[in-house]
């Protein structure tokens, strides 16, 4: 059974920072492209950043580029985001997914694409 479990979510003040880390079982993590995407109260779901089987290639949405970091450790079988200078609109359930994409160097965006979600975690930003 393939599960991916979010965790480190939480209450953030503004310009604060937390880690997002997405746990794998079940599948082995490298020979997946990895997202993470997010949805806000009232609002449909959004990518926010994406990473490559290896690692090599990572990609972000122009709301988050230069505040989040996405990373993974494939000898873990985990994909981290770590998110720097938080605004309050940033506040959102964020999600992992996965997809099971042969060229290993590639991500993907199009959320229609990946085969395998977590549950979500609750990011607040506010003061």
């Known amino acids: 059974q393939v599960q991916l479990v979010e965790s480190g979510g939480g209450l953030v003040q503004p310009g604060g920072s937390v880690r997002l880390s997405c746990a794998a079982t079940?599948?082995?993590?490298?020979?997946?492209?990895v997202g993470w995407f997010r949805q806000a109260p009232g609002k449909e779901r959004e990518g926010v950043s994406y990473?490559?089987?290896?690692?090599?290639?990572?990609r972000y949405e122009d709301s988050v580029r230069g505040r989040f970091t996405i990373s993974r450790d494939n000898g873990k079988n985990t994909v981290d985001l770590s998110m720097a200078s938080l605004k309050p609109e940033d506040t959102a359930i964020y999600y992992c997914?996965?997809?099971?994409?042969?060229?290993?160097?590639?991500?993907?965006?199009?959320?229609?694409?990946?085969?395998?979600w977590g549950q979500g975690i609750q990011v607040t930003v506010s003061s």
């Open positions: 079940g599948i082995t993590l490298k020979y997946y492209a």
């Open positions: 997914a996965a997809v099971n994409y042969p060229k290993y160097t590639d991500t993907v965006t199009a959320p229609a694409h990946y085969d395998y």
């Open positions: 990473i490559s089987g290896d690692g090599t290639t990572a």
